[in-house]
């Protein structure tokens, strides 16, 4: 990867030369054969398992299946091609069957003549900079949103039905549907405060975190605003509705909400924000928010978050790491 911030990535290199350097030295430490930091017994960011799988390379987005069992779906961060991975609860990956005859899985050094599982194709698709993915009524949501410059014009959201890991190995997109931020006319913009990487849905709809980056390369930038998307236009730009902001939250990078549509988790690289539905309007950020800090000497990159349930949190990194949060054990320590 180069340094420069034009290129497509969420947090690699580019991203690296905006952190502080002591974020700087934990984020840049080995990826997946990285020992695990000694955990304090008081912690509850468990450590659950490494997605042992070389082409899952760069994990940026995480979300569990709600048809097929002990499934989730994870993607790469940019530059990747664009294809998901199917891994089940303790991070092994899920393929096909009879895959298992033509290809392998694990680390490239085990991998027997075999070349390794590709992931899913997503066809009739290009992977730019997807930075996360939901899931909602069966249909996968995967955000080609990232922006690190400021000055993409083709950002958008490609639309999947849900496919059988177990059963195929490719799928193709129903559509795709461009967005636009209303409150940028440059490209790139004066403010760069239009790079996403948090994606989820609410309500029915699609809703975007974006994250401030400043153009003179001392951040992170605090602050980010939270847009949702009431059209789906696929012959043009949706506008997308700006509903909050915040100036405390400082480089979000994924969302999701709770099964059951009353919480909302916002991840950052140094904690774990929990917001209350809010009782009237749209804006998730309205409330006053649970924050959680994250051991980010074992955490360090974190990039994705989900649901298990209403009470769990699964968090991925870029370095293949799976942790758990169990929110009563965050409540009992207070």
């Known amino acids: 990867m180069t340094t420069t911030l034009d290129m497509p990535m969420s947090c690699g290199v580019a991203c690296r030369a905006l952190l502080p350097s002591a974020l700087v030295a934990l984020v840049m430490l080995p990826g997946a054969a990285a020992a695990q930091p000694e955990q304090s017994a008081a912690d509850p960011v468990v450590h659950l398992a490494v997605v042992d799988h070389e082409p899952a390379s760069e994990i940026s987005g995480i979300v569990k299946s709600q048809t097929y069992p002990d499934v989730y779906w994870v993607h790469n961060d940019s530059g990747d091609d664009p294809r998901i991975f199917a891994i089940d609860g303790s991070g092994r990956i899920v393929m096909p069957r009879g895959a298992e005859s033509r290809f392998h899985v694990g680390p490239e050094s085990t991998a027997e ?59 193709r997109i129903i559509t795709f549907l461009p967005i636009r931020y209303p409150d940028q006319d440059l490209f790139p913009a004066r403010q760069w405060h239009f790079d996403s990487e948090a994606l989820f849905v609410s309500a029915g709809k699609l809703h975007f975190v974006t994250k401030h980056r400043p153009v003179d390369e001392t951040g992170p930038e605090p602050g980010a605003k939270l847009y949702r998307l009431d059209t789906e236009h696929t012959d043009r730009e949706n506008v997308l509705m700006l509903v909050g902001a915040r100036d405390d939250l400082v480089w979000p990078t994924a969302a999701s909400v709770s099964p059951d549509g009353r919480r909302l988790a916002v991840l950052t690289l140094e904690a774990l924000w929990l917001f209350d539905q809010p009782s009237t309007g749209g804006d998730w950020f309205a409330g006053e928010p649970q924050r959680i800090p994250l051991p980010q000497a074992r955490t360090r990159q974190a990039e994705a978050v989900c649901w298990d349930d209403a009470r769990t949190l699964r968090i991925a990194t870029e370095q293949r790491d799976l942790f758990i949060v169990d929110l009563e054990a965050v409540t009992a320590e207070r």
């Open 113 to 171: 003549g075999r070349p390794l599982w590709p992931g899913l194709q997503i066809l009739a698709a290009a992977h730019f900079d997807w930075e996360d993915i939901a899931l909602a009524d069966g249909r996968l949501y995967i955000a080609e949103t990232g922006n690190n410059g400021n000055a993409r014009r083709d950002l958008g959201v490609y639309v999947v039905n849900e496919p059988n890991p177990r059963a195929v190995r490719a799928a």
